[in-house]
């Protein structure tokens, strides 16, 4: 089994800044890509960005120039640095990852979810 962890959600003022984690563990062979989506109140949920094992990067339109997206395979780890941050970036954040496991079999893994709220 393969687990994701966000954490580094909250509440933040707008125009300010977070920084995402998401941690995978388990029965880990190989992390293919990996990525961030959200999911709003009453919207479904929408690709923010992604990373492929080889570092090339995808972002949605409303995350180009704002968020950028890493990850440091060392530690399975993927990261979320978003930027001037709107109300309209309230959501739950949700890390995604494409993991090879010990058993050679491929799946699509989902963590658990991280709430951000822009608000003054």
């Known amino acids: 089994q393969v687990h994701l962890v966000e954490s580094g959600g909250g ?6 800044s977070l920084r995402l984690s998401c941690a995978a563990s388990g029965s880990i062979f190989r992390i293919n890509d990996m990525g961030w989506y959200r999911q709003a109140p009453g919207k479904e949920r929408e690709l923010v960005a992604t ?21 440091e395979d060392a530690k399975n780890t993927v990261y979320l640095q978003i ?16 993991v090879t496991t010990t058993w050679s079999r491929t799946y699509n893994y989902w963590g658990q979810g991280t709430q951000v709220t822009v608000s003054s």
Do not use: F, H, M, W
């Open 83 to 98: 930027n001037s941050l709107k109300p309209e970036d309230t959501a739950v954040y949700y890390c995604n990852a494409v």
């Open 51 to 71: 990373i492929t094992s080889s570092g090339t990067t995808n972002y949605a339109d409303s995350a180009k120039g704002r968020c950028t997206i890493s990850r």
């Open 11 to 16: 509440l933040v003022q707008p125009g300010g």
